[in-house]
């Protein structure tokens, strides 16, 4: 017998270019939160299924403006940057780091601060209609526990990555580890708190190796988080060749490009994420596949601190492994949905080119142009894909994260691929009226 049944059209990610819209579904829960079946109209136990349902007061109706989408996977966010989402964005990633970004984080060291911060910001990723995500916390052992029990308490799928960052050339002396032994050592200690609190939950929560990135961190620091990795099998993420900055550093350091130190250090795992990588060559996308190490694109950070834009096109047709990443704060908005829609808008400025100096055919790199199916197989299905989850998509088998989301009015008729491309282009955080992980209710709008 279903837990819960929900009752209406849905939207879910086919592969990378398709969406599948069903209409007047029965998606039916079962008591461990995972979809057991879905039932089409012109199945024959439909009727007799949604009249038991209603009778047992365990369906949900969805009214004639709502909709069901599988949660999102925020592939790449900072948490700690939080409190600055949209601040100081005119400025070069350098700067943005250490005028901003690093003084902030430091502050985190208090845990009434990482209380107040760490429990507003699960609240807002769930309001978004995230579902899971890939988290950076701070250098900060105890600040980064909170943010792993506020995860648990609210219902979020989290991935908690304690920072590293010992090198005293990039990072300042408030805001950095002692040496690469004390980060290493309290790196282990979090694995441990971390692992025990799944255990007790019972819930996804998993520590993540998280070197902030190669200008961050010494060598022997790198060398031991690759370390780390496999010995406890973990997830791994990173910033990659995110600007022309960090690309050119890790040439003028090693001699080789981000993703070769990267690599050589054992931090390209089937587990790894990597955020950005507009600077990537091609080598590097390569690399990355052999490796079966995602991207986490970031369109809208990418605008102000990339230098270029990632040509998802490419990456997918080639099959490198993608998802969609926040980056909140490098990006303003923890909603997903605006940065599907900044990941398509780039797309179309990357195959048209900018300069209009130029002649036409020679601004841009033609054929790079994404749809949103692409957009929302980021959001969804390939950021589930590069977690290992088994969520993303509403199909039987797979857990229950979804978010239930309102259309604004339709002054015309709408065909169902009309539906989608207007809920992906026009819902706000205020559209989203109820958000599910497991199948169980983690936010509701009143
Ligand atoms: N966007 C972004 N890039 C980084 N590179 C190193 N740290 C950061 C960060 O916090 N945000």
Not at 221 to 241: E, I, K, N, T, W
Not at 280 to 299: F, G, N, Q, V
């Amino acid at each position: 017998m279903a837990e819960l049944t929900i009752h209406g059209t849905y939207f879910s990610s086919k592969d990378p270019n398709h969406v599948q819209a069903v209409q007047d579904a029965l998606i039916m829960i079962d008591s461990k939160g995972i979809i057991a079946r879905i039932l089409h109209r012109k199945d024959p136990e439909y009727a007799k299924q949604l009249q038991v349902a209603r009778q047992q007061e365990r369906l949900v109706e969805l009214g004639a403006d709502q909709y069901l989408l599988p949660g999102f996977v925020d592939l790449h966010v900072h948490a700690p940057q939080w409190p600055q989402a949209g601040l100081a964005l005119d400025l070069p990633l350098a700067k943005w780091l250490n005028h901003y970004t690093f003084p902030l984080e430091a502050k985190l060291s208090d845990p009434t601060y990482a209380q107040k911060v760490y429990q507003d910001f699960v609240h807002n990723l769930l309001a978004n209609g995230t579902t899971a995500a890939l988290m950076f916390g701070t250098i900060h052992f105890s600040a980064n526990m909170i943010l792993a029990k506020e995860s648990v308490k609210q219902g979020l799928r989290g991935f908690v990555g304690q920072v590293v960052m010992d090198n005293p050339s990039t990072s300042p002396e408030y805001y950095r580890n002692s040496s690469a032994q004390a980060a290493l050592s309290s790196t282990e200690k979090f694995i441990h708190a971390v692992r025990d609190l799944q255990t007790q939950s019972g819930q996804t929560i998993e520590p993540v190796i998280t070197p902030r990135f190669v200008p961050s961190c010494t060598d022997e620091a790198l060398f031991g988080l690759g370390r780390l990795a496999h010995q406890y099998d973990l997830p791994v993420q990173s910033h990659l060749s995110e600007s022309n900055w960090e690309h050119g550093y890790a040439i003028e350091r090693f001699g080789q490009r981000d993703t070769e130190v990267m690599d050589h250090f054992g931090l390209l795992t089937k587990r790894a994420v990597m955020a950005h990588g507009t600077q990537l060559t091609k080598d590097d996308w390569r690399i990355l596949r052999e490796r079966h190490s995602a991207i986490a694109h970031c369109p809208i950070s990418n605008i102000y601190f990339g230098n270029g834009v990632l040509p998802v096109k490419q990456l997918l047709a080639l099959h490198n492994q993608l998802g969609l990443g926040s980056d909140i704060s490098g990006g303003y908005t923890p909603s997903l949905f605006h940065n599907a829609r900044q990941a398509v808008k780039s797309s179309q400025q990357l195959t048209d080119g900018v300069d209009n100096q130029l002649p036409a055919e020679k601004r841009g790199v033609a054929g790079s142009r994404i749809t949103m199916a692409n957009a929302f197989y980021l959001a969804t299905r390939g950021g589930a894909a590069a977690l290992g989850l088994k969520t993303g998509v509403i199909q039987a088998g797979y857990a229950a994260d979804l978010q239930v989301v309102k259309m604004h009015r339709a002054l015309m008729p709408l065909s169902t691929a009309d539906i989608f491309q207007r809920l992906m282009y026009q819902t706000e955080q205020t559209d989203i009226e109820t958000v599910f992980v497991n199948g169980q209710p983690v936010y509701q709008r009143n």
